[in-house]
């Protein structure tokens, strides 16, 4: 079994204007924002918000035009290459079967722009809720959900994000049969593969873990001897060669705040634990997104303006991760967030004391980072490349009415 540090997790306040508390919505990370869209509170949303994590601040954005969905709940959202795209998440109406429920949101125009296919579209995956979307080169790969009155779906479709025409995938005959249908699952992608757990089976809550080799177009199920249990409404991204998977519930019905991450390289599955006072709440239903170079997938690079960059070397500092030691005292203070708990030679030690945990986190301050990049967009300077890794969960049951959207951020000892 792969060994691993333990985790910081601490609640980022969030200050007005702020999405409202929600789950079953859909989140994803472009830069240094996180863009979030839809979801259910007291009844289906239609709002569109983006969160600068740097900042701490958020903005909402037009969410009225022709271009954009209407109300969403349990759609899936991915980036690529400056585009946002939404897909699935209508609730249930005639309307729902007669189009391709699919939005593409304009990151640099600020803006829902139309899609169009480069050649006439025969078939489309129809509206479902409880799917997943995961991009793997240029290819955005839909699996399963929920359809109206067909139940759960093996329907597994791929979108040429270049042409944007969809076809339907198969698996060659030396594959194995697939996860069959799923949804309510959740997916990761590493290289050239994407990787399934759990979620439902009609009514039956699973624990299988597959994995899909787009060179190959081959399914292969992971038998491992340790991991998660059974789960459902649980999330998961890729970390560096890992897959993390948090949340969700257990075939008991109960909610999880289980942090597991899955080696890819080891093909092994160990649990996380949590710094002492640190712990999350369990989560059903809610996003996750990674942020920082460990988070990136390996085929996509950072933008950045070389010219610029060389210009501005004199200027300014490069954001390194300057930190400062300082005791978890910290934790819920809306001007600091944390960044690389311990030091990876000492991550693994059993012997530490609680006192001696708290002095050797590390925090940044968020504040000073805001007023030291307040004239990145004048000067041209891409923040993301600089960013702390660190993972944000966002929203999901149980939910305080009432309240902003919560958002806790988790960074791991050896980041």
């Known amino acids: 079994m792969s060994q691993s540090g333990p985790c910081l997790w601490t609640r980022l306040p969030q200050s007005s204007p702020a999405p409202c508390e929600r789950f079953k919505l859909a989140c994803c990370s472009h830069q240094q924002y996180v863009y979030v869209l839809g979801g259910r509170h007291s009844t289906c949303q239609r709002d569109f918000w983006s969160y600068n994590v740097v ?31 939404v897909f699935g998440g209508m609730l249930d109406c005639a309307y729902s079967s007669l189009r391709c429920p699919l939005w593409v949101f304009d990151v640099m125009k600020q803006k829902w722009v139309h899609w169009h296919g480069k050649s006439p579209q025969t078939e489309s995956p129809s509206n479902r809720k409880g799917h997943s979307a995961v991009v793997i080169g240029s290819n955005m790969l839909l699996y399963g959900g929920y359809i109206d009155l067909k139940g759960s779906s093996q329907e597994f479709w791929s979108l040429d994000l270049d042409s944007m025409v969809w076809s339907p995938l198969s698996c060659s005959p030396q594959s194995s049969l697939g996860p069959g249908p799923r949804h309510s699952h959740a997916c990761a992608a590493f290289q050239s593969c994407m990787y399934l757990y759990g979620g439902l089976k009609g009514l039956r809550e699973q624990r299988d873990f597959w994995m899909w080799n787009s060179s190959s177009s081959t399914w292969s199920s992971l038998k491992t001897k340790c991991g998660p249990s059974k789960l459902v409404g649980h999330s998961a991204v890729t970390y560096r060669d890992c897959m993390l998977v948090f949340g969700g519930r257990d075939g008991q019905n109960f909610p999880q705040n289980v942090l597991w991450r899955y080696n890819f390289s080891s093909q092994s599955w160990n649990q996380i634990t949590a710094l002492p006072n640190s712990s999350p709440p369990p989560k059903i239903d809610h996003c996750c997104a990674g942020l920082g170079p460990s988070y990136r997938p390996r085929s996509q690079k950072p ?42 030679e000492r991550s693994n030690s059993p012997d530490k004391t609680e006192k001696e945990w708290r002095m ?44 902003p959207i919560s958002v806790w951020q988790m960074t791991l000892a050896d980041s």
Do not use: Y
Request: hydrophobic residues 35%; aromatic residues 6%.
């Open 55 to 85: 900042c701490n601040e958020w903005a909402e954005l037009n969410c009225t035009s022709d271009a954009a969905p209407e109300a969403l709940e349990e759609h899936s959202m991915v980036a690529h290459e400056g585009s946002v795209l």
């Open 303 to 344: 933008a950045s303006n070389p010219g610029h960059q060389t210009q501005l070397e004199d200027k300014i500092r490069r954001f390194k991760n300057k930190c400062f030691p300082a005791r978890l005292s910290f934790l819920g203070s809306e001007n600091e967030i944390e960044l690389q708990p311990l030091t990876p």
């Open 360 to 403: 050797d986190c590390l925090t940044f301050e968020n504040k000073a980072l805001k007023n030291r990049w307040s004239f990145e967009e004048e000067m041209d300077v891409n923040i993301s490349q600089h960013l702390p890794d660190m993972l944000l969960v966002v929203g999901g049951r149980p939910c305080t009415p009432h309240t």
